[in-house]
C-alpha cells in the first residue's frame, strides 16, 4: 500500500492492449469517490468467506483488518478470452497466486524508500496514525521479500516505472509466442 501499484497499473493498462486488471472483493468500506465493482467488489464478511470456503477465491488475505481477494472466475474468465490478466495485489495474495498459477509473472512494485512511502500514506488523509504505523510493518516485511518476484520495479518516477511494466508483459509475450507447442 502506498507504493503507487494503482497508478503504475493504469499507465499500463493505458499503454497496453489484450491486458485486462480483475477487480478484488473486498470487505472494507467504500472510500469517498469509489464505486462498488469498479475500484472493488465491496461485500459483506460473511458474502467473503463463503467465497473462501467455496473455492471462489485465487488469492485472499486480511489486511488492516479488513479481508481483500481475487475472485477465480475475475481471473479464469479473462484467461479463457486469451487476455492477459494483471492483479495489484500484496505479498501474500502474490504467494498464492505463484502456488495456484506458477507460470505467472510476478513484478514487485517498491517506493523508492520506507520513508517516502510513510510520506505517500500520510498525504492520502484516510488513516489513522496507527493504521499507517500498521501498514509500515507491513511494508517493510513486504519490501524484504521482494526478492520472491520475478522483477522488482522502484517506484520513483510513475512513467519509468510503467514503462518497466510494460517492457516486463511484452518480453513475456514475445518469449510466450517463440514457444513451440508441445507434442501430444
Known amino acids: 500500500s502506498g507504493a503507487g501499484k494503482g497508478t503504475v497499473i493504469a499507465r499500463v493498462l493505458a499503454t497496453l492492449s489484450g491486458i485486462q486488471p480483475t477487480v478484488s472483493a473486498t470487505t472494507r468500506a467504500l472510500r469517498p469517490g469509489e464505486q462498488d465493482g469498479r475500484e472493488y467488489h465491496f461485500v459483506g464478511r460473511t458474502e467473503f468467506e463463503e467465497a473462501v470456503a467455496g473455492g471462489r477465491m485465487l488469492e485472499w488475505v486480511e489486511y488492516g483488518g479488513n479481508l481483500y481477494g481475487t475472485l477465480r472466475d475475475e481471473v479464469d474468465g479473462r484467461l479463457a478470452r486469451g487476455l492477459d490478466v494483471i492483479l495489484e495485489i500484496e505479498l501474500r495474495g502474490a504467494r498464492a497466486v505463484r502456488r495456484a498459477i506458477p507460470e505467472a509473472v510476478a513484478v514487485f512494485i517498491a517506493p523508492p524508500d520506507l520513508k517516502e512511502l510513510d510520506r505517500r500514506l500520510r498525504g492520502r488523509g ?17 519490501v524484504a521479500a521482494a526478492q520472491e518476484f520475478d522483477v522488482v520495479v522502484v517506484n520513483d518516477d510513475v512513467d519509468r516505472a510503467a514503462a518497466e511494466v510494460v517492457k516486463v508483459i511484452e518480453d513475456r509475450r514475445r518469449n510466450a509466442a517463440a514457444v513451440p507447442p508441445e507434442k501430444e
Open 126 to 142: 484516510t488513516e489513522s496514525d496507527a493504521a499507517i504505523a500498521r501498514r509500515m510493518a507491513i511494508a517493510t516485511t513486504e
